[in-house]
């Protein structure tokens, strides 16, 4: 894999922005229509094995379905296919910081950002959830914070397609996936739904609160069994300055049954648009996700 290599005679890499176990993204220049993009590189033989050939139908199905979804949130899907072993996906070259380095650098975060961050995470998840499609994935790295404020989710149809399996424990003991945002029932390999999503969005909210996810641990069991069986710690033991309702939203959103859990990514927007800042405040400077409001 090199810079310069061009993708279905058409994407150009130029820089590798980022590396899993899955596969590569690429900043790509887009020779046909004198664009920059970013180019997702998965190698299905490398993760599924056996399974290589229906991992390859379910991401050109998932793509498809992706791009039926259309709103300012989403990362737009530009093109999909494969060459030789590889599946490529081409999507919008999205300009600003993750919101795990956006975390790093603002900590602790304003509780103002950690609302106005989640409150536009929920409108990108009623778009999704109305397909139907469960992202399933996430978390601080798959959010992109640009420098107008507004908030960007990557990785729809790739979550969706690779983590169709994220409860089932690999051979090594490690779920595929992110433990530290899974939902109690994906721990358990139960059926997943939009408030599977809504619980990662509890995971994703006490992150920006509190500095950490409730629960870690030193292996990836540890931790899934920390999401069944422990409660979370409440966010203002930590920081008191948090807003009471703004606490018990996050509470809700952890519950372990997803029953009790808010019953929609709109229900968790009403919640946090009471605590969104007035209209018209001064905003601070680029990056801050207070702006779109």
């Known amino acids: 894999m090199a810079t310069g290599r061009v993708i279905a005679d058409r994407y150009e890499l130029s820089t590798l922005i980022g590396q899993g176990g899955m596969g590569q993204v690429w900043t790509a220049y887009d020779q046909r229509l004198d664009r920059r993009v970013a180019v997702k590189l998965l190698r299905p033989d490398k993760v599924a094995g056996q399974e290589a050939d229906e991992l390859r139908r379910r991401f050109v199905r998932e793509c498809r379905v992706t791009a039926q979804v259309d709103h300012p949130g989403l990362v737009t899907v530009h093109d999909a296919g494969s060459e030789g072993e590889e599946l490529f996906l081409v999507m919008q070259y999205v300009d600003g910081a993750d919101l795990s380095d956006h975390l790093t650098e603002h900590d602790p975060y304003p509780w103002q950002w950690a609302v106005a961050v989640a409150a536009q995470l929920c409108a990108v998840l009623s778009a999704v959830h109305a397909v139907p499609i469960v992202h399933r994935d996430l978390k601080p790295r798959n959010v992109m914070v640009k420098q107008d404020g507004t908030v960007t989710v990557l990785d729809l149809g790739v979550a969706s397609v690779m983590d169709t399996d994220t ?3 690999t051979h090594t003991g490690s779920p595929i996936g992110s433990p530290a945002y899974m939902a109690p029932e994906q721990a358990m390999g139960g059926v997943v739904g939009p408030y599977t999503d809504l619980y990662a969005l509890g995971v994703l909210l006490h992150e920006l609160l509190s500095g950490d996810v409730p629960f870690s641990g030193s292996t990836a069991l540890g931790v899934l069994h920390r999401h069944l069986y422990e409660p979370p710690l409440p966010v203002r033991r930590l920081r008191p300055e948090v807003p009471e309702a703004l606490e018990a939203l996050v509470l809700r959103l952890l519950a372990k049954d ?15 648009a009471l605590l969104l800042p007035e209209r018209g405040m001064p905003t601070g400077a680029p990056l801050d996700p207070t702006r779109p409001f």
Do not use: F, G, I
């Not at 029953?259 to 946090?272: D, F, G, I, K, W």
């Open 258 to 272: 997803p029953q009790h859990r808010p019953a929609s990514a709109q229900e968790v927007y009403e919640h946090l």
């Open 167 to 169: 409860t089932r424990l």
